[in-house]
Each structure stands twice: as structure tokens, then as C-alpha cells.
């Protein structure tokens, strides 16, 4: 009997932990599957999943470890969606970011419109969605993110590198595109 009451105290536990980075999980899943609907359902099957599976869990960074769980059913998703691309091409003529370039977060502070930035990185490949998403509006670091998406901490920061960098290309031409079409009044952006 002791032992049932320890096992539930257990995931009683996990669970109040768990629910700690609901929306964290939601966040990733929204990103990568692209609709909050779908969102919901991956990170409720997620949570299944968690629960499932709470021995693979030894402690540590619980975040970290729904977040991979997170991710790996958000993927699941997509490929039974038929929707997921899991290579991203290299493109050599990209430079790489350089320093004292301008990174997601401080294009945002210059007066970037906040919905053009969430266009942008709406319509990145899955991959530099989710390693933005993860840094960039999550917070994990490098080494976290390295855990989460099972790379070496060396492909996180080349991968997070060119992420970036097609994110400033994208919102460029947004805001090309804008202008263009003549919806830019005194820096603001219009819909």
C-alpha cells in the first residue's frame, strides 16, 4: 500500500511540474504545426505521452524533457499530415550572421513590427521555427536546446545562426514587399 501511495504522490507531483510549462509546450507545438487548434491536441497528446512514459523521466530539467517530448509528437503530427520537410537546404550563398548583426530580438526593438516578425518566422522551414522558437522566445540554452532536439551543441549554433539569418532575410522582404504595395505609413505597418 505504501508503495501505491509513494507512486501517486509521484505523479501527483510530476503533474503540478508538468503543468508549470503548459504553456511553454503549447508555444513550441503552435510553431511547429502552425495552427493553435492542432497545437492544443499535439500538446494534450503530449502530456498523454508524459504521463505514459514518467519512469524515462530521472529528474533533472523537466522543461527540457516535455519540450522533447513536445517536439517529437509535434513532428509525429506533421508526418502523418504529410505536411513535414525534415531537411532544410543549405543555401552557400547565405553569409553567415556576422557579429554585430541584428538577431530576432533587437529587430523587434527597432521598430520592427511585431506581426511582420510573426509572418516571417510563420513561414520559415519547421526546423528554424522550432530552434527559434526555442532560444529566441523560449529562453533555452544552447546545451538545452541540444537536449531537445538531440544535436550537438555545435549544429544548434550554426542551425540557430542560419535560422536567423533567413529570419532577417524574410522579414527584409516583408517589409520590401510593403513598402511596395505601398502599406507603410511612418514605419508602422498596416494589414
Known amino acids: 500500500m505504501n508503495d501505491r501511495v509513494a507512486a501517486s504522490a509521484e505523479v501527483d507531483g510530476l503533474a503540478e511540474l508538468l503543468l508549470s510549462h503548459l504553456d511553454s509546450a503549447y508555444n513550441l507545438a503552435r510553431w511547429l504545426v502552425r495552427s493553435s487548434v492542432d497545437a492544443e491536441d499535439v500538446v494534450q497528446e503530449a502530456y498523454l505521452r508524459a504521463f505514459q512514459y514518467s519512469a524515462g523521466f530521472r529528474g533533472g530539467d523537466a ?8 517536439r517529437n509528437t ?3 503530427w506533421l508526418r502523418k499530415m504529410r505536411a513535414y520537410d525534415p531537411t532544410v537546404p543549405f543555401d552557400e550563398e547565405m553569409p553567415i550572421a556576422a557579429h554585430g548583426t541584428l538577431n530576432p530580438e533587437e529587430l523587434v526593438l527597432q521598430n520592427a513590427d511585431g506581426r511582420l516578425v510573426h509572418k516571417a518566422l510563420h ?8 530552434i527559434l522558437v526555442l532560444r529566441e522566445l523560449e ?3 544552447y546545451k538545452e536546446i541540444a537536449d531537445v532536439m ?3 551543441v555545435g549544429t544548434v549554433m550554426s542551425t540557430l545562426s542560419r535560422a536567423r539569418g533567413r529570419l532577417r532575410q524574410s522579414i527584409g522582404g516583408l517589409l520590401e514587399h510593403e513598402q511596395a504595395a505601398g502599406s507603410v505609413d511612418a514605419g508602422h505597418i498596416t494589414t
Open 150 to 152: 538531440r544535436v550537438p
Open 123 to 130: 513561414e520559415l522551414p519547421v526546423r528554424f521555427r522550432e
Open 63 to 70: 522543461r527540457a524533457w516535455l519540450l522533447t517530448i513536445v
Open 74 to 76: 509535434s513532428y509525429r
Open 139 to 141: 529562453g533555452l540554452s
